[in-house]
């Protein structure tokens, strides 16, 4: 799952509307540069990576194209700043509707959507992991009396199920569902008459600069807007994305009492727990979710000196983009085939800014992490933003084996880091855990490219955090391609800098050390990386990790 508000915000926003007439106004105080990120401390007073400097450092140096997979809710193709730096299938011929390099998968020119249908449609929304597996498990363990008499396959599956039965049931107050559904169709009704007055689908806070309604329905989700794109300290957040993580919330709560509807099967039509039956979906990877994904490839890659809209963190990157995130929890089958097609079409490192509570078909992500480890892939995982230790509470997908507790030596969990003039040098949605989480990056009021073609706005999240990551481990395998993923890693690790102050840890008033809250205890820095890299000595075997997949399609009328 990928949200762009904050879970707990929405709540604030959902309360307010529920319980008092109106908010107070809320402006967005702390201004950050466009790009702030990016910038050196040291010059700019910002904690950003001090990319600059590390160019300055690379000047000279040869540089060798990178794939980098982006694992998400899809890509605008059409966009200025990413049509030149997205992947091109070099076995495919665009359009002939023929899978001319045999690899399962016909006119996969971009990459591949495995929330699609054969016959053209996407997944757009989906339920919950918790739900499903909630539901999924009713009937075999609601009336377990003693689990100490279940085998053990059936003793974790019944540990699971109690867990996802106290999320989807015990945290959830029925008697607020009416009026979270009213509230609903409240917004959409007024939502409405803004459109009508803006003449534009989908706006912003920005664009209700300056918007002075006169129908009281209208003004109300001025209000309302206004409110919540100040919580999140985040003025490009739409109406569209406020809407959508309502009606998610409220998807959520209606679990509690019915099975969620099967969106992805209605749609994809696989036979889901059979992991051979894996050449499904389509080759549509813009879809109709694209802005999450296409905000993530803009930070790792979006093309450099070109004179429109902002500079990428890799100069000589292509996005392979794979669709395999919904509006809702993402499956453990589609995240699975997701990393091996990465892998098996030349990724050296997998972005994957989602993440989700439960993984019941672990076992099939584990068996891909493993692939990509054997394959010398980097794999790159967003922490997540519900401002919990995530050493003792559940993100997944996760580096460590369900088989035997052992851990890939090929993954980087991310935190999000923001700056002092921002709110604070860790953000205060982040997950964190000194165990779980490798290093902290930039993920506050991250600007880069959104879907219209020539759009730029702001998000913020660990899922902005992690291509930040992501983007440096690319320019380091530019300039360094015989490093292995466990010297990048450790390159990114060793040389993170580490702020002499306090900070807040996330959920908390508390000041703590970054160290209790990461297991480097710093913030990632480009130029100590690329500098860091440069006394390695690569071990990576030069052989073509671009290989075929061994499995024969499974033939479905």
Same mark, same amino acid.
């Given at each position: ?10 709540? &604030? ?36 990576? &001090? ?13 060798? +194209? ?27 011929? +665009? ?228 669709? !395999? ?10 995240? !699975? ?49 519900? !401002? ?77 955090? &992690? ?81 075929? &997949? ?8």
């Amino acid at each position: 799952m990928n949200k762009v508000i904050n879970r707990s915000l929405l709540f &604030s926003l959902i309360a307010g509307l529920i319980f008092s007439s109106g908010f107070a106004q809320t402006s967005i105080k702390e201004n950050a540069p466009k790009g702030w990120h990016l910038l050196n401390k040291q010059t700019s007073g910002y904690y950003g990576i &001090s990319l600059d400097k590390a160019y300055d450092f690379l000047k000279g140096k040869k540089s060798t +194209p990178v794939i980098v997979a982006v694992i998400d809710s899809g890509v605008d193709t059409t966009h200025e700043d990413l049509k030149s730096i997205l992947w091109h299938n070099p076995g495919e011929i +665009p359009g002939n509707g023929i899978d001319d390099d045999k690899n399962g998968y016909v006119d996969d020119v971009y990459g591949w959507n495995f929330i699609g249908g054969r016959d053209g449609r996407n997944v757009k929304e989906d339920s919950y992991e918790a739900a499903r597996v909630y539901h999924e498990y009713k009937g075999k363990f609601e009336d377990v009396t003693d689990p100490s008499t279940l085998s053990k396959e059936d003793k974790d599956k019944y540990e699971m199920w109690v867990k996802a039965k106290q999320q989807v049931v015990g945290e959830v107050d029925l008697s607020l569902l009416e009026k979270y559904k009213q509230i609903a169709k409240d917004m959409i009704v007024e939502d409405l008459i803004i459109q009508g007055d803006l003449k534009k689908k989908e706006y912003n806070c920005k664009d209700l600069n300056g918007y002075n309604p006169t129908a009281v329905a209208a003004q109300k989700i001025k209000q309302t807007m206004t409110y919540i794109c100040g919580l999140n300290k985040n003025d490009d957040i739409t109406n569209e994305q406020i809407i959508e993580d309502l009606q998610g919330e409220i998807r959520k709560m209606e679990s509690a009492q019915k099975a969620p509807e099967d969106y992805r099967g209605e749609i994809v039509k696989d036979n889901y727990n059979d992991f051979s039956d894996r050449f499904y979906g389509n080759n549509d990877v813009m879809a109709n979710t694209p802005f999450h994904g296409t905000h993530v490839s803009g930070i790792i890659a979006a093309a450099r000196n070109n004179g429109v809209g902002i500079d990428g963190i890799a100069d000589n990157v292509k996005i392979m983009m794979v669709r !395999a995130v919904p509006d809702g929890d993402e499956h453990d089958k589609d995240i !699975a085939l997701a990393i091996r097609y990465a892998v098996d079409n030349g990724a050296k490192v997998i972005n994957m800014s989602f993440g989700k509570g439960f993984s019941p078909q672990k076992d099939w992500v584990d068996d891909a992490v493993r692939y990509a480890q054997s394959k010398g892939v980097l794999l790159v995982h967003a922490a997540g933003n519900d !401002a919990a230790d995530i050493d003792t509470a559940w993100n997944f997908p996760t580096p460590v084996f369900k088989s035997d507790g052992k851990r890939a030596s090929n993954w980087i969990t991310v935190g999000a880091s923001g700056d002092p003039k921002l709110g604070g040098l860790v953000a205060g949605f982040s997950n964190y855990g000194k165990k779980e989480v490798e290093v902290f990056a930039p993920g506050v009021k991250i600007y880069s490219t959104i879907p219209g073609g020539d759009t730029y706005g702001d998000a913020q999240g660990t899922s902005m955090a &992690s291509p930040v990551v992501a983007g440096v481990a690319a320019l380091i395998l530019e300039y360094y391609p015989s490093l292995t993923p466990e010297q990048v890693k450790f390159a990114i690790e060793k040389s993170a800098l580490k702020p002499d102050m306090k900070v807040k840890n996330p959920g908390t008033d508390d000041d703590v050390d970054l160290n209790e809250l990461s297991k480097t205890g710093g913030i990632l820095n480009a130029y100590e990386a690329v500098k860091l890299a440069s006394t390695l000595k690569g071990e990576r075997k030069q052989e073509n990790i671009k290989t075929k &997949s061994t499995v024969k399609p499974t033939k479905r009328g």
